[in-house]
């Protein structure tokens, strides 16, 4: 018997991948840039090892990574920059056209040989890609032993369509693209320069503007609406993280988000998923302004900030009501406001919340105690609450222990005021 063979029907040994890229150069060198499949990241690039630190690069997180990957799957918009990477010499460019700027880039793979590319940044995307395509992978193989097994007809159906569903995942790992520059650049030691400098001239994004622009948190997605409120318009730096004595904002977006997660969900907790999910912008919008509402009208200080025209034009030397709040008054630190959100979220709790107007009564009575430094004789160094400030202090201790604990000692207060108050 003969048997014919057409060899070119047969898979023949692959240790490469083409894409179309565009050459340039950039600081002398040739630059490839191009778009990849995602599942092919961990094929051309080595997957970084977070127990083993690469010489020529940071230390990776795993659980960073792994939240990458969890992004991919949660996200259909999801949205990333262009990984980069170095190119010692193995990567072939055939131009496709006369100029030779637009070709067919040739990269060996990482797996299964020695790495040609070297992450230069995207380790945790890298990383993040890997181990979502083997939870996958596993999740389907799982599957497949289970349905291999006598199982009824509605749990055999209820476990075809999740492997439908990890299929379609695993399928948009193949179909979606990430952007990739590679550097050409055989000299290991500037290639470690290149790391420095690119972690030298990235600017962070501060946790003021993710609160500004991050929408998947409630806190960040309120944050436009909450400032609107008359103690704050006018009055949150918009850029900056901290409050310096010379800043003339009352305080900045993230000090809004923190606020508004401790009106929500306590001054030491975060905002759960599941809540995330059940709780509507208007509900907290609301909550929020009735806390703000009941302090901007209970603590006299602060109704002096509300009152105060945020356009009107300061002398050189002369101060903003919120400046002035930050030298004389506990109301001024983002953490004795958040401490009071905690509070009032506390009275607001449970089946019997207490009413607004009582708690604003009840915030009239602390009003008295708000002068900033703290004295020994004040309420804060006499009470249980002294664990919670120092000696002269113009807020309280901003550990989270700390602040959960002056909580609980305010919102008992409430029921049982001491003596002083």
Known sequence: MSINVDPRLLSRPQ??????????????????????PLLDLPTILPVPDPNNVDKDNRKVDRLHAKQFGEYLDSKQDWVAPALLARDGGGCTFQKADEEGRVGYLTVPWAIGGIATLRTIDGQHRILGVSIEKQRITDAVSAIDRELARKVSVDKAAKLQA???????????????????DIYVEPDPIKSQQMFVDVADNAKGISSAVRARFDNYKVANRTLSDVIDHPLLKGRVDAEQDRMTLKNPNLMGAKHVADITRAVI???GGRISKKAEQSLTDGEVIEQVKDFLDIISTAFGDLAAVTEDDPEAECKPDELT???????????GSVGMLRVLGGVFRELRAGDNPAELDDIAAFFKKLDPHMAAPVTESSIWRTTDAHKDFEPDAFAPIMRTQNIVHLVGVITSWYKKAPATL
């Open 15 to 36: 240790d490469s991948s083409t894409y179309l890229a565009l050459k340039t150069m950039q600081g002398g060198r040739a630059v490839y840039s191009t778009r990849v």
């Open 162 to 180: 999740e492997r439908e569903r990890l299929v379609g995942q695993m399928t948009r790992l193949k179909e979606e693209y990430v952007g990739l």
């Open 265 to 267: 969900a306590g001054a």
């Open 321 to 331: 009501m919120s400046q002035k709040l930050r030298r004389t008054s506990l109301l």
